[in-house]
């Protein structure tokens, strides 16, 4: 057993059939014939003849015993054979041509008895056109795509006006593509990654810039709120040194007297306005640490700015910042209009392909039916003419009956002419030995007449030739010379 291609899957010679008793016939075993499938059929190789295999022959019937081989076609419609060509590019390198076609086979005895490979008999068809292999030659492998237009414009027209033929098969042309170069797909590959791990160091770069920014905001509002914890703190011990100077004070002046009430009073005075002063600068550093806090709002330039301003970065390390910023930032403006752009491109590309594999499917709808309707009319005038073929014999036979009665007819009757002539002859010998026709019978020759259905007229003058004659004979042997004397 020896596997192939399409369309005949398989081949396999047969051994000659034995019996299972020696007294029985031969029979195949069903291990000795491959089992098709639905699509499939079998073709027997008997006596030098393919016989197709029906689907009702028997193991012991005489085709398949006597079967020295047998092979196994597929019968699917519109079976996709896929030819491959390399046209060679100006860089010393191929291009890939992929030609799709749809073939379905109508002859499994011709298949079998022809050999054949569809695949092989479909790219000796292309190969036999040479501009194909022409096409490439100007071009580069990575000016695929020019390449592609040209090789699909070519081998379309090539088809159309050289149809390809597989004997026992019927072929229509599908689809043609060239594929991408394996030499530029890595290289694209290549640059796809090395660019894709160049924006990766970008983006760690800006996130470890835009990092720092933040970490030098954090550092300043913990300092701001550390300072703003020492004025507190400050303001606090400042109010307990106070209360402790006003209650010395006030001892004092309670151990100096009512003298020193003035002077008391205006030192507290003097203590709570410093308590209230101390007071109002710990609200406005609270109150400016909260505007820095919500002026940053998570934005690095103002991270950067507030960092500036508070002298943890010069003017050179601002503008590095803010320029790596704006250039993050462009950058993912770029990135986000090319990946719109290209969103864009890949739905009208596949609009594009569903309106083309809509009219495709429109063109095989239509070749369908064209098909169907030549097949209607074809069987139409077979029909027609099976009827005229019909009606021609029918009256060539009535004819050949007519004819027939006729000839029957007529030889009854020259059969019935000839037994009466033979009865007439027979009469008329039995009166001429009885005299009847002698010269003196005068009724003689009117019986004669009447029995041969002669007219009387040749009668009289057959009779006048034969007296005629015997006197002529008589003169010659002497008897008027006698009758002289």
């Known amino acids: 057993m020896s596997s192939a291609v399409y369309p005949i899957l398989e081949r396999r010679s047969l051994d000659p ?11 195949r075993k069903l291990d000795d014939l491959p089992r098709p499938a639905a699509h499939q059929s079998l073709v027997y190789l008997v006596a030098g003849d393919l016989v197709v295999d029906d689907g009702q022959m028997s193991m012991a019937g005489e085709q398949i015993v006597n079967a020295t081989n047998v092979s196994v076609v597929d019968m699917r419609r519109d079976a996709l054979v896929v030819v491959r060509i390399d046209i060679p590019s100006a860089d010393a390198s191929y291009f890939e041509v992929l030609v799709t076609f749809r073939c379905t086979v109508d002859d499994p005895v011709a298949v079998v008895g022809g050999g054949v490979n569809a695949s092989e008999a479909l790219q000796g068809h292309l190969k036999a056109h040479n501009r ?26 090539y088809l159309t006006h050289v149809p390809a033929r597989v004997s026992g098969m019927q072929v229509r042309f599908a689809n043609v593509e060239v594929s991408s170069p394996k030499e530029l797909i890595d ?15 970008q983006q760690e770069a800006e996130y ?25 703190l400050d ?61 940053l709002n998570g934005d690095p330039k103002r991270a950067l700015l507030a960092a500036y301003a508070a002298g943890q970065l010069d003017a050179q390390g601002l503008s ?21 752009r290209d969103e864009k491109l890949a739905l009208q590309a596949a609009k594009l392909e569903e309106r083309r594999i809509e009219r495709g499917w429109q063109r095989e709808d239509s070749d369908r039916e064209a098909e169907l309707k030549h ?3 074809v069987q139409a005038r077979v029909d027609r003419l099976r009827r005229e073929k019909e009606k021609r014999e029918d009256q060539l036979r009535k004819e050949q009956i007519d004819r027939d009665d006729k000839l029957r007819e007529e030889q009854a009757g020259r059969e019935d002419q000839q037994r009466l002539n033979s009865m007439r002859f027979e009469i008329l010998k039995q009166m001429a030995a009885q005299g009847h026709f002698n010269t ?42 006698e009758e002289d004397e």
């Open 208 to 232: 470890l810039q835009q990092k720092d920014a933040g970490s030098a905001a954090h550092h300043q509002a913990m300092e701001s709120g550390r300072r703003d914890h020492e004025i507190d």
């Open 440 to 481: 003196t019978d005068l009724g003689g020759g009117s019986l004669f007449a009447e029995v041969m259905r002669m007219p009387q007229a040749e009668v009289e003058q057959r009779h006048q030739d034969a007296v005629g004659k015997r006197v002529a004979e008589q003169l010659e042997s002497g008897g008027v010379r």
């Open 132 to 157: 194909i292999f022409e096409l490439g030659l100007g071009y580069k492998l990575t000016e695929v795509n020019e390449v592609r237009r040209m090789v699909s414009a070519q081998v379309r027209a």
């Open 187 to 201: 290289f694209e590959g290549n640059v796809r990654s090395k660019t894709f791990a160049n924006k990766l160091d």
């Open 235 to 295: 303001g606090r011990s400042h109010r307990h040194d106070l209360r402790k100077a006003s209650a010395s004070a006030a001892q004092d002046l309670e151990l100096d007297g009512w003298s020193h009430a003035h002077g008391l009073r205006k030192a507290s005075a003097d203590v709570e306005h410093e308590l209230d002063m101390v007071q109002q600068r710990g609200a406005v550093a609270r109150s400016e640490f909260d505007r820095n806090v919500e002026m």
């Open 320 to 340: 590095v910042g803010l320029k790596a910023i704006d250039d993050s930032l462009r950058d993912q403006a770029v990135h986000v209009a090319q990946q719109e």
């Open 17 to 27: 059939a034995e019996k299972a008793r020696w007294f029985g016939r031969k029979n």
């Open 375 to 377: 097949r209607e009319e």
